[in-house]
């Protein structure tokens, strides 16, 4: 099965099909009579704004693919713009996902990002008067950070005030009940992301021990399955790493896992009918042993070495998961049993009803907070 491969970003989150349409949807919420409250995740597969619906009753979710592409008109000879699934659908051959690393490296990537941004506030008239908040990935990259909020600071929106948090702390409000009331307390949240897992404790909003690794991701699991679909095929199929993740994002469960069949067309004319049993669920299990080694054995010792108390009171409140990974079915209770076993004590853990789009909704509920204090 071989296509291009349109981007190597935030791959789990949610379904990456370039064939899909940009997604909007409503839910429940007020908008501000004043200023208005934004969330904003720009991912390096997906980005998310959530934002006061016109009428006032909810609000509105844009989910949409974080590229961009530009054609001739063949009429006027100007350029035009696409973004987002109609870029990678009509010109897959030149679509430009330019925050493969989480985010805007250098001036070109900062100025496509910017444009790409442009074009989904424009088309979704994202209110000019607002306050925004917007979640950033704990790296350490000073210049690609201060790119992104050029990109965030530069656009139309947020006249009344652009604010970032750390996209862990964001993800992990919507799977609180009280979801700022989260912000007082102390917990640890795990960012199972496509370019990077990030594992820190949070005390009343203060980030302690933050740990990312960029050897541990979503991306790596989509090169693992491409692999290993290899590997059970005797060689008969090769995959590209977007038709790995949608086989990840299709089918990968830790309930109820059921082999699939696929189909290749084969060189020369002709058919060859495949199934997958064991490549999907491999990878993600390993996926899981990794996550869990790292936090069992690398977050928290260190976590306990400096804040012995944070650490005692953290393990006994739910460990958050957050990014698009946490989205695959039954991996919250796999955490929660491997890691269970890893410390040898009862572990619990907890998620947001989406992960995938938890991060922009907690970034909009603590910009709600800030502009009723305008």
Known sequence: MSETDPEDGDAADSDASAA???ETSTTEGNADGGVAPVGVKLGSTRTVVVYPSPDGDGTEVVRTLTCLATYEDVLTGEERVLYGEEAATEYPDTVEFMLRSGLPEDDDSAEAAATFFGELLAANDVPENSAVVY???TIDNEAGLAN???VIEGSSIGGE???SYPESLCGSLPAFENELDAIDDIFVAVNMGSTNLEVCAYRRGEQLVPLSTGSITGNEIDRRIANYVEEETQGRVNIDLTTAREYKERHADFESFEPFTDVIQQPGGGSHEFTIEDSVMDACDEYVDEVVDEVANGFLPELANS????YQLALEKPIVL?????CLPGIVEEVEARLSDELKRDVTAIRAERPDLAAAEGAYEIAGYLASNL
Do not use: F
Not at 307 to 310: N, W
Not at 322 to 326: I, N
């Open 20 to 22: 899909d349409a940009d």
């Open 135 to 137: 979640a950033i990935p």
């Open 148 to 150: 992104l909020e050029a």
């Open 161 to 163: 005030l652009v604010r």
């Open 307 to 310: 804040y012995m108390k944070v």
């Open 322 to 326: 957050t990014g698009g990974m946490a």
